[in-house]
C-alpha cells in the first residue's frame, strides 16, 4: 500500500490493546507543477466509538506538528469549513489556489506551516496519483 500511495506522515493512536483507533494520513502535493513541500491531509478517521472525544483535534494538532517540525510548507484539506477553520485553515481560493474537482471550491482550504508558504503559491494543487481515482 505505501508504495502505491506516498505518504509523507501518518499518525496511528492505538488504545491500550494496541488497536488503532484513529488514522491521519499527510501525502504530497504539487502546486502549479511545483514541489513546494505541501501535503494534503487525507484521510482523517476516527473510531465510531471514540467520536466527538477530541481524538481528531489530536491528530491534526500532532499531524501539524511534526509536518512543522519537518519543515513541510503548507497543508491542504478538502473538508468542512466550520471544523478545520477550528485548527486555522483558510480558504484556498482566497489564496488563488484550486483544486481539480468542480465544486469543492469551500471545503478546500490551506493552512501554512511555513511563513511565507503562500507567497507566489498560486494555481491548480495537483494530488498525488492514488487521489486521481476517486
Known amino acids: ?11 496511528l ?5 494496541g488497536g488503532v483507533v484513529g ?8 502546486v502549479a507543477g511545483e514541489d513546494r513541500q505541501w501535503v ?21 494538532y500532532e499531524g501539524l506538528d511534526s509536518l512543522n517540525h519537518f ?17 486555522g485553515f483558510k480558504p484556498a481560493a482566497a489564496y488563488g489556489l484550486q483544486c481539480r ?13 511555513a511563513e511565507n508558504a503562500l507567497d507566489d503559491a498560486r494555481g491548480a494543487v495537483e494530488f498525488s496519483e492514488p487521489f486521481n481515482r476517486f
Open 40 to 60: 494534503v491531509l487525507a484521510p482523517l478517521a476516527v473510531a465510531e466509538s471514540l467520536r466527538r472525544q477530541g481524538l481528531g483535534e489530536k491528530l491534526i
Open 1 to 11: 500500500l505505501r508504495r502505491r500511495w506516498p505518504v509523507r506522515l501518518a499518525v
Open 13 to 17: 493512536p492505538t488504545n491500550h490493546e
Open 71 to 87: 519543515t513541510y510548507a503548507a497543508v491542504v484539506v478538502l473538508g468542512d469549513p466550520a471544523y478545520y477553520g477550528h485548527f
Open 23 to 30: 488514522y491521519a494520513a499527510f501525502s504530497p502535493v504539487d
Open 101 to 113: 474537482w468542480p465544486g469543492s471550491e469551500a471545503a478546500f482550504q490551506v493552512y501554512p506551516l
